[in-house]
């Protein structure tokens, strides 16, 4: 059965960091590229980070520049997003992603597995 199973989400002070963690079961994810999402009340889901599966190049949105950092684990079959200096508006349902492409395109209606996702609720 092929799940992608989301970790790590929580109640965390504005500043504070959490590490997410997508585990991967039933196929293999170093033969594609993985995609965090986020979805804020409200809000519609939009892409913040991904990983290409040919050469490891990381994307990330202008929102999350230098405070997020995507990374695999290719032996684990895990994929993680570490947050750091973490604000309230980055509040979000977390999702990733996978699709079979050597690069990230990261279209939502194209991805071919999607966790459940993992809730971030950042307030003091």
């Known amino acids: 059965q092929v799940r992608l199973v989301e970790s790590g989400g929580g109640l965390v002070q504005p500043g504070g960091s959490l590490r997410l963690s997508c585990a991967a079961s039933?196929?293999?994810?170093?033969?594609?590229?993985i995609g965090w999402f986020r979805q804020a009340p409200g809000k519609e889901r939009e892409g913040i980070s991904c990983m290409n599966s040919f050469d490891s190049s990381a994307y990330y949105t202008d929102s999350v520049k230098g405070r997020f950092t995507i990374s695999r684990d290719n032996a684990k079959n895990t994929v993680y997003l570490q947050m750091n200096s973490l604000k309230p508006e980055d509040t979000a349902v977390y999702y990733c992603?996978?699709?079979?492409?050597?690069?990230?395109?990261?279209?939502?209606?194209?991805?071919?597995?999607w966790g459940k996702g993992t809730l971030v609720t950042v307030s003091s």
């Open positions: 039933g196929f293999t994810l170093d033969t594609y590229s």
């Open positions: 992603a996978a699709e079979k492409q050597p690069m990230c395109v990261m279209d939502r209606s194209n991805m071919d597995y």
